[in-house]
T-cell receptor, first 116, second 116 residues
Framework: AQKITQTQPGMFVQEKEAVTLDCTYD???????LFWYKQPSSGEMIFLIY??????QNATEGRYSLNFQKARKSANLVISASQLGDSAMYFC?????????????FGKGTHLIIQP | NAGVMQNPRHLVRRRGQEARLRCSPM?????VYWYRQLPEEGLKFMVY????????ESGMPKERFSAEFPKEGPSILRIQQVVRGDSAAYFC??????????????FGPGTRLTVT
């Protein structure tokens, strides 16, 4: 079974600062993918970034980057130069490759608030 | 290029009634996933479907819940004889054909079900 742990229920960050949201995962499958989603107060789930377990380099998408440390089983999301619009819930999720092809396993999320 | 469509966005049902939630995947996507989000929690996987096939329903409650994805038309999540504990946001996601890759899932806006 897979498990995602997000240990920061909430974070307050000053605008323009960089933010790191923690995520650790647990799986025995060697092939898996890690995802981050943003959920603003309006409720929709917005895909941010993806990291494959065999990817050699850390994923980046604009201001988002994923600090992937495989040995530590961590996949932290880094947001550079935070903006007020970054205030939202952030969820880390995982999916494993293999016969079942089941859905994503989500963490409980981190509520990020960017302060002016 | 329309995203994942879900309707209705909000649904109110009295205890004992039936709830039908609809999901149309993104164009070109043939895999549909349903998730449930209880208040203050992350999303929990319910079921994974392809056209006319349920691939994985390991997250579905054993009773009252069913899902289908017919050859024509949207995927339907059906909850019979709803109870107050069914009140939640139900999200549908879709992805490209699964060929062993771990493609990202794109989410719809969700249906907020309230049982009174």
């Amino acid at each position: 079974a897979q498990k995602i742990t997000q240990t920061q229920p909430g974070m307050f960050v000053q605008e323009k600062e960089a933010v790191t949201l923690d995520c650790t995962y647990d799986t025995s499958d060697p092939s898996y993918g890690l995802f981050w989603y943003k959920q603003p107060s309006s409720g929709e789930m917005i895909f941010l970034i993806y990291q494959g377990s065999y990817d050699q380099q850390n994923a980046t998408e604009g201001r988002y980057s994923l600090n992937f440390q495989k040995a530590r089983k961590s996949a932290n999301l880094v947001i550079s130069a935070s903006q007020l619009g970054d205030s939202a819930m952030y969820f880390c999720a995982m999916r494993v490759s293999g016969g079942g092809a089941d859905g994503l396993t989500f963490g409980k999320g981190t509520h990020l608030i960017i302060q002016p | 290029n329309a995203g994942v469509m879900q309707n209705p966005r909000h649904l109110v049902r009295r205890r004992g009634q039936e709830a039908r939630l609809r999901c149309s995947p993104m164009k070109g996507h043939s895999h549909v996933y349903w998730y449930r989000q209880l208040p203050e929690e992350g999303l929990k996987f319910m079921v994974y479907l392809q056209k006319e096939n349920i691939i994985d329903e390991s997250g579905m409650p054993k009773e009252r819940f069913s899902a289908e994805f017919p050859k024509e038309g949207p995927s339907i999540l059906r909850i019979q004889q709803v109870v107050r504990g069914d009140s939640a946001a139900y999200f549908c996601a879709s992805s490209r054909s699964w060929t062993g890759g771990l493609y990202e899932q794109y989410f719809g806006p969700g249906t907020r079900l309230t049982v009174t």
